[in-house]
């Protein structure tokens, strides 16, 4: 299984405060910082899962792109895409102590990557291509991951989209995004509760993963609707496991998804 994906690599700085938020003065707190992005922690799911990935994101010169680089090269993902002179994105992630998460996000250049920067040979032999929800709603990079998606699917890849966010939905306009969509005819298509409240219809896909968080998955496929309860396990941080789950449901189906979602929320960090 070859698994390419396209969107951010951005540094992932993990806070987890150490009791209730004091405004205006110090908060104890633990810190973690890897690499991350949507389509970064996918790859680096994938490859941990027993597949070869490929990254195709737009990034940085400074070192905080030379750090998510190192890491996520680290854990085996072929990384490609233009470097340019700028500061990388950087996603602050805050768990407060609830276990509730709140993400803060520069994304740097990625949302800039152009469709004259994909180069087609970056899709060979991959066996799906993952859009970053992200991809779709910011800058020239929705462009570049429609060129993308054809040339994969020219090659006989599948394709699979996350929705991502709400906000982000609902900023850029439902009907805009399903237009989108319906040009990338997505093979498995992931989202949210509140993704799919803020697109106000399903996405026209093949599967359609509804993401429940602790309550588990439901996967609409063939006319028929199958739920999947979340495994047990230590919830330390939630960050990444819809991430986790993609690339686990790609790889080895949706068993295989809800393995990768309970590892990765009884860590912390997105990354495996």
Request: aromatic share 2%.
């Amino acid at each position: 299984m070859f698994v390419c994906a396209l969107g951010d690599l951005l540094l992932d700085v993990v806070v987890r405060l150490e009791g209730a938020r004091a405004s205006g003065d110090d908060t104890p707190a633990s810190t973690h910082v890897t690499a991350g992005g949507q389509a970064a922690n996918v790859t680096a799911w994938a490859v941990a899962l027993g597949a070869d990935a490929r990254l195709i994101a737009k990034r940085g010169d400074d070192g905080a792109s030379a750090l998510a680089e190192a890491e996520v090269t680290a854990r085996g993902v072929q990384l490609v895409g233009p470097v340019v002179p700028a500061a990388g994105g950087i996603v602050v992630s805050v768990v407060d102590d609830s276990g509730e998460r709140s993400m803060l996000t520069d994304r740097g250049p990625s949302s800039l990557l152009r469709a004259d920067e994909i180069d087609v040979r970056w899709l060979r032999g991959c066996d799906v291509l993952h859009v970053s929800g992200y991809a779709l709603l910011h800058g020239p990079i929705a462009e570049a991951g429609a060129r993308a998606a054809g040339a994969a699917r020219a090659q006989g890849a599948r394709i699979s989209v996350d929705l991502a966010t709400a906000r982000g939905i609902a900023d850029f306009g439902a009907d805009r995004l399903l237009a989108r969509l319906e040009q990338l005819a997505p093979d498995v298509a992931f989202a949210g509760e509140q993704e799919l409240g803020a697109l106000g219809d399903e996405p026209h896909a093949t599967t359609l993963v509804v993401k429940h968080g602790a309550s588990g998955v439901t996967v609409v496929r063939d006319g028929g609707r199958e739920e999947h309860a979340a495994l047990p396990t230590d919830v330390v941080d939630p960050t990444g496991a819809g991430d986790a789950l993609a690339a686990g449901f790609l790889v080895g189906g949706i068993e295989l998804g809800l393995e990768a979602a309970a590892r990765c929320v009884s860590q912390v960090g997105a990354m495996p």
